[in-house]
């Protein structure tokens, strides 16, 4: 490195109880680069992040900012100094609006000290509008979708003119058209100086973006590469340390007959101008199949996974029936009696019990399983989480360790074992590889793939249509909250896909079109 670094990290440990989460790093980050931080689940990408942004305090080692010794005590010491993260886990108060989320803490006021609230509405009005976000800065968060959540998180970074921006996978929320918004923004950002530290499992973003490539592996540093020197093959090579086997999913499954049809079902909006959520949805799930569903963000596929396990906000109307008895439930409970599972796309809000440890986390929709003469055996209980942990390869140092020990991607994992262990018909996934490395997809896949030739339904909702097409005997298409397409194996390609994930739009544009020449 030629000029003087930014950063410096110098011999940084980071020891937690049984765990070396990193171990003697040092590495420097020059003024207006875009380092980024590639690693597998648990790899410490998080905690090293997390230092440099005053998140951890406790640590070995010395880090410098532009040659100076710096010590924070915490986030705001590192703001002050223009260095901002935005979490790999959503970290906003759900019940506060977009605005005062931005702002909070450093709330705009009146000269007479009172709130200025229509100051911070405009203010994050022309910060999520620099992110080309379209939503009302008074909307409550807790009414957004992760992904313009996620985009709220950046406004707020961006608030505070931050210097040094730290991102721990900003995109594994958004489509593929908010990631190239995205981009777009960080080009600008990059444009004026701003040092970017960017941590994602996706290579091709990482390819795309980065001057320089850090490869962290348990705790340590294995390398850092320039990006022109290198590619994608020889990182994933460093990152896991040996060849992944790539998953043959080509030989066909046999699915049998139907566990799952739903017909004309819709889903009211109220108070929207569409007025439905979902419009006369029809299809079929057999067992032993698994069918994707594809859509752009706002398409309605979470609603339509929410609705079959009876946790949509409201009532849907039409037809489910679940191995040929009609159903349409209230409740989760009711769909989880029944036999349906759902893993949700947002861990942290849907899933985890923050206060509980992973194998509670793991076997808490099962606890009746764990009785002995009608008590709760600990022991039983245990026995099954660990079992669980050991199939998925859940990396923790023990299923007692709080669930918050675990990193992101783990976390994902032990909830997906938890509705293993409710032995479902239907297994419903929502976006379930989001934040899992390259490892760990390709178990999942192999797993998901077992399931199935056991005779088990799985739907699931991906953002990336390269894993749908992998993976999937049928792809179901929404658009808008209709059903735009449906391909088999054979026929679906990414073009039909996404042609059909934009009908409805292509369409307007069309009649918009015709409107001007008329
Ligand atoms: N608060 C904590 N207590 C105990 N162990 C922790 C804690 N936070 C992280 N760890 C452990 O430190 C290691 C590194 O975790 P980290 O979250 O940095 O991984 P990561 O590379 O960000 O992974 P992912 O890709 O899954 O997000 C993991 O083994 C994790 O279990
Ligand atoms: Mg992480």
């Given at each position: 490195m030629t000029s003087t670094p930014l950063i410096s990290v110098r011999r940084v440990s980071k020891r937690y109880p049984g765990v070396l989460a990193l171990e003697d790093i040092s590495l420097e980050v020059a003024p207006g680069e875009l380092l980024a931080i590639v690693g597998e689940n648990g790899a410490g990408k998080s905690t090293l992040m997390k230092i440099l942004s005053g998140v951890i305090t406790e640590y070995e080692g010395e880090i410098s900012l532009r040659g100076?010794?710096?010590?924070f005590r915490g986030t705001r010491d590192a703001e002050r100094l223009g260095i901002s993260i935005i979490h790999q886990e959503l970290n906003l108060v759900e019940q506060l609006s977009a605005a005062a989320n931005i702002f909070?803490?450093?709330?705009?006021?009146?000269?007479?000290?009172?709130?200025?609230?229509?100051?911070?509405?405009?203010?994050?009005?022309?910060?999520?509008?620099?992110?080309?976000?379209?939503?009302?800065?008074?909307?409550?968060?807790?009414?957004?979708?992760?992904?313009?959540?996620?985009l709220i998180e950046i406004a707020k970074a961006l608030s505070l003119e931050t210097?040094?921006?730290?991102?721990?996978?900003?995109?594994?929320?958004?489509?593929?058209?908010?990631?190239?918004?995205?981009?777009?923004?960080?080009?600008?950002?990059?444009?004026?100086?701003?040092?970017?530290?960017?941590?994602?499992?996706?290579?091709?973003?990482?390819?795309?973006?980065?001057?320089?490539?850090?490869?962290?592996r348990d705790g340590r540093?294995?390398?850092?590469?320039?990006r022109r020197q290198t590619d994608a093959r020889a990182v994933t090579h460093l990152m896991v340390g040996r060849e992944i086997e790539e998953t043959d999913l080509s030989s066909p499954r046999q699915p049998g007959e139907p566990v799952l049809e739903v017909e004309h079902l819709w889903l009211p909006w109220p108070g929207h101008a569409r007025g439905w959520r979902l419009?006369?949805?029809?299809?079929?799930?057999?067992?032993?199949?698994?069918?994707?569903?594809?859509?752009?963000?706002?398409?309605?596929?979470?609603?339509?996974?929410e609705c079959l396990f009876g946790a949509s906000a409201d009532r849907p109307a039409g037809r489910i029936r679940l191995d040929g008895q009609e159903v349409l439930f209230q409740h989760p409970a009711e769909a989880r009696q029944a036999g349906v599972a759902l893993v949700t796309e947002d861990r942290k809000r849907l899933g985890l019990f923050d206060r509980m440890s992973v194998g509670q986390n793991i076997t808490l929709c099962t606890l009746d399983r764990s009785l002995r003469h009608g008590l709760l055996s600990r022991r039983r209980e245990d026995q099954r989480a660990a079992l669980i942990v050991e199939q998925l390869g859940v990396k923790t140092s023990s299923v007692n360790a709080p669930i918050t020990s675990l990193s992101?991607?783990?976390?994902?994992?032990?909830?997906?074992?938890?509705?293993?262990?409710?032995?479902?018909?239907?297994?419903?996934?929502?976006?379930?590889?989001?934040?899992?490395?390259?490892?760990?997809?390709?178990?999942?896949?192999?797993?998901?793939?077992?399931?199935?030739?056991?005779?088990?339904?799985?739907?699931?909702?991906?953002?990336?249509?390269?894993?749908?097409?992998?993976?999937?005997?049928?792809?179901?298409?929404?658009?808008?909250?209709?059903?735009?397409?449906?391909?088999?194996?054979?026929?679906?390609?990414?073009?039909?896909?996404?042609?059909?994930?934009?009908?409805?739009?292509?369409?307007?544009?069309?009649?918009?079109?015709?409107?001007?020449?008329?």
């Open positions: 100076q010794t710096v010590r909070l803490g450093r709330e705009l006021r009146t000269p007479w000290g009172l709130l200025d609230q229509a100051a911070m509405d405009q203010g994050a009005a022309e910060l999520l509008d620099q992110l080309e976000c379209l939503i009302d800065p008074r909307a409550a968060v807790r009414q957004l979708r992760v992904g313009d959540q996620q210097g040094i921006l730290i991102m721990d996978e900003p995109t594994s929320a958004l489509t593929e058209s908010e990631v190239a918004r995205l981009f777009r923004v960080i080009d600008r950002l990059r444009a004026r100086g701003v040092t970017v530290l960017y941590i994602s499992h996706k290579l091709d973003e990482v390819f795309r973006l980065a001057d320089r490539i850090a490869v962290l540093l294995v390398e850092i590469l320039d419009e006369d949805i029809s299809f079929s799930l057999r067992r032993g199949e698994i069918l994707g569903i594809a859509g752009l963000m706002g398409a309605g596929r979470t609603e339509l996974l992101g991607g783990n976390q994902q994992k032990a909830i997906i074992g938890r509705w293993l262990l409710t032995q479902p018909k239907i297994l419903l996934l929502d976006d379930p590889t989001r934040g899992i490395d390259v490892g760990a997809k390709a178990e999942l896949y192999r797993l998901m793939d077992q399931l199935c030739r056991q005779g088990l339904g799985i739907i699931i909702t991906s953002s990336e249509l390269p894993e749908l097409l992998a993976l999937c005997d049928r792809i179901l298409v929404l658009c808008e909250g209709r059903q735009t397409g449906e391909f088999a194996r054979a026929e679906a390609t990414e073009h039909r896909i996404m042609e059909a994930a934009t009908m409805r739009r292509a369409m307007a544009n069309v009649s918009l079109d015709c409107e001007r020449f008329s």
